[in-house]
């Protein structure tokens, strides 16, 4: 009668260590058990550099959102003039402003006018968004203030207008140079409404990082922006941000109840909403693909175990006649499989984690042997190829791969152990 052993014991080890170390020609580890360690290994670093990438690019998409945009912008919702028109201009925005300043978690309230405008120089045109706003808020706004490069002095703001590095390149202007912006809703006049044209000195260029900011986005000094698009002692909304914007839709009635019974707000995720929730169908389609690959490995190291198994059958006979028990013996051939799946699994994770902290390097090269085109700002937003290494991420690769490893080794393991000693040395 088989004596009791304790789980995984000295002697078990030992010997699933053998059958590892075993050349094939003496029954040890086949070729489907290499191929399944390799399998493994690209399988986790597939998964763990996707998930690093995937970290990455939305931490940058939201880091460029917050650091160049209103965490919350506060609208009038309109009233109707004597004349006939719909007015939504914000009048008494200085007292307003001083109101949603006053709510606990907003760090800055800037009143704000925009306008569409059409800039040329020497013969090149760009569209603009012109956005009027004082020197002092304009300071506040990281990627605009300390931009990843900029040209000329902020300091000088209110000497001219600053632009983005898209719209001088389309221009081809450079810091000193004199651009003409062009309205349509200019100077009103008694035969009606003419274009507005004024000259700007360019005191200021900015790369905020985003390519749809930098190839549109201008600003001009508030009183001036002002003058230019007829909004005398008027803004078009409030410019809000936030100590913590992942908390906003927290804030959110707060900041509308300081606003008024007239106002309407429209946060930071509800503008980027759309690209947000493709982002997230995006993580979890990605994620249960790249699963489907792990497992696809794992189930590698089935057949690896089968065919270790039938190689060790003559084994198996003559250590269950010397005693060990169906426990000892299937947990041996599941030493032999799961050793498989975690010398898979580190590997994977040491490239995958190589491939995150060098991201940079690697995909300089990717992009020199496809001629520089292999990453389209215009197309994807941002300039490069963005990846976050989360300790999360790379636990849940873990997890996944060690789970499925272990899940898919016990069956060939328990075949292992109900192997009848009689039928296993009848032929040897």
Same mark, same amino acid.
């Given at each position: 009668?088989?004596?009791?052993?304790?789980?995984?014991?000295?002697?078990?080890?030992?010997?699933?260590?053998r059958y590892l170390?075993?050349?094939?020609?003496?029954?040890?580890?086949?070729?489907?058990?290499?191929?399944?360690?390799?399998?493994?290994?690209?399988?986790?670093?597939?998964?763990?550099?996707?998930? /690093?990438v995937?970290?990455?690019?939305?931490a940058?998409?939201?880091?460029?959102?917050?650091g160049?945009?209103?965490?919350?912008?506060?609208?009038?919702?309109?009233?109707?003039?004597?004349n006939?028109?719909?007015?939504r201009?914000?009048?008494?925005?200085? %007292?307003?402003?001083?109101?949603?300043?006053?709510?606990?978690?907003?760090?800055?309230v800037?009143?704000i006018?925009?306008?569409?405008?059409?800039?040329?120089?020497?013969?090149n045109?760009?569209?603009m968004?012109?956005?009027?706003?004082? /020197?002092?808020?304009?300071? %506040?706004?990281?990627?605009?203030?300390?931009?990843e490069? /900029?040209?000329?002095?902020? !300091?000088?703001?209110?000497d001219?207008?600053?632009?983005?590095?898209?719209?001088?390149?389309?221009?081809?202007?450079?810091?000193?140079?004199?651009?003409?912006?062009?309205?349509?809703?200019?100077v009103?006049?008694?035969f009606?409404?003419?274009?507005?044209?004024?000259?700007?000195?360019v005191?200021?260029?900015? %790369?905020?990082?985003?390519y749809?900011?930098?190839?549109?986005? /201008?600003?001009l000094?508030?009183?001036?922006?002002?003058?230019?698009f007829?909004?005398e002692e008027?803004?078009?909304?409030?410019?809000?941000?936030?100590?913590?914007?992942?908390r906003?839709?927290?804030?959110?009635?707060?900041?509308?109840?300081?606003?008024?019974?007239?106002?309407?707000?429209?946060?930071?995720?509800?503008?980027?909403?759309g690209?947000l !929730?493709?982002?997230?169908?995006?993580?979890n389609?990605?994620?249960?693909?790249?699963?489907?690959?792990?497992l696809?490995?794992?189930? #590698?190291?089935?057949?690896?175990?089968?065919m270790?198994?039938? #190689?060790?059958?003559?084994d198996?006979?003559?250590?269950?006649?010397?005693?060990?028990?169906?426990? !000892?013996?299937?947990?041996?051939?599941?030493?032999?499989?799961a050793f498989?799946?975690i010398?898979?699994?580190?590997?994977?994770?040491?490239?995958?984690?190589?491939?995150?902290?060098y991201?940079d390097?690697?995909?300089g090269?990717?992009?020199?042997?496809?001629?520089? #085109?292999?990453?389209?700002?215009?197309?994807?937003?941002?300039?490069?190829?963005?990846?976050?290494?989360e300790?999360?991420?790379?636990?849940?690769?873990?997890?996944?791969?060690?789970?499925?490893?272990?899940?898919?080794?016990?069956?060939?393991?328990?075949?292992?152990?109900?192997?009848?000693?009689?039928e296993?040395?009848?032929?040897?």
């Amino acid at each position: 009668m088989a004596s009791k052993t304790p789980p995984f014991a000295p002697f078990e080890w030992m010997i699933a260590w053998r059958y590892l170390r075993a050349r094939r020609a003496e029954g040890g580890v086949s070729t489907m058990t290499w191929i399944s360690l390799i399998g493994i290994t690209l399988a986790v670093f597939a998964l763990i550099a996707t998930l /690093a990438v995937r970290s990455g690019f939305r931490a940058e998409f939201v880091d460029t959102i917050l650091g160049a945009n209103a965490h919350v912008t506060v609208y009038e919702m309109g009233r109707m003039e004597a004349n006939g028109t719909f007015d939504r201009s914000i009048r008494d925005y200085d %007292t307003l402003a001083a109101k949603i300043a006053a709510v606990e978690g907003v760090t800055r309230v800037a009143p704000i006018v925009r306008g569409q405008v059409m800039a040329t120089f020497s013969g090149n045109n760009a569209g603009m968004e012109v956005y009027g706003i004082s /020197a002092e808020n304009l300071g %506040t706004i990281p990627r605009i203030a300390n931009p990843e490069t /900029a040209e000329g002095d902020i !300091s000088r703001f209110g000497d001219g207008i600053a632009i983005g590095s898209g719209i001088a390149r389309t221009l081809g202007v450079q810091v000193g140079d004199t651009i003409r912006i062009i309205s349509p809703d200019g100077v009103r006049t008694a035969f009606g409404t003419s274009p507005r044209i004024n000259a700007y000195e360019v005191t200021y260029i900015f %790369t905020a990082g985003r390519y749809d900011i930098d190839k549109t986005r /201008a600003y001009l000094p508030l009183a001036e922006a002002q003058s230019y698009f007829n909004s005398e002692e008027a803004v078009n909304e409030l410019e809000v941000m936030v100590a913590q914007p992942d908390r906003i839709d927290d804030l959110s009635p707060a900041i509308l109840a300081a606003a008024g019974d007239t106002a309407l707000i429209w946060t930071w995720r509800q503008a980027s909403s759309g690209f947000l !929730s493709a982002l997230d169908i995006e993580d979890n389609v990605m994620f249960v693909i790249l699963s489907i690959l792990v497992l696809i490995a794992a189930m #590698n190291i089935v057949s690896g175990l089968i065919m270790l198994v039938k #190689n060790k059958g003559r084994d198996i006979g003559i250590l269950r006649t010397m005693g060990l028990s169906e426990g !000892s013996i299937l947990r041996v051939f599941f030493i032999c499989g799961a050793f498989t799946g975690i010398i898979g699994t580190v590997m994977g994770v040491i490239l995958g984690c190589l491939f995150a902290l060098y991201v940079d390097q690697i995909f300089g090269l990717v992009n020199w042997m496809a001629g520089g #085109n292999a990453w389209d700002p215009s197309i994807r937003g941002i300039y490069f190829l963005p990846a976050k290494l989360e300790f999360g991420d790379v636990m849940s690769a873990v997890g996944l791969s060690l789970g499925l490893s272990f899940i898919v080794t016990i069956f060939p393991a328990r075949r292992a152990a109900r192997m009848n000693p009689v039928e296993a040395l009848r032929y040897e």
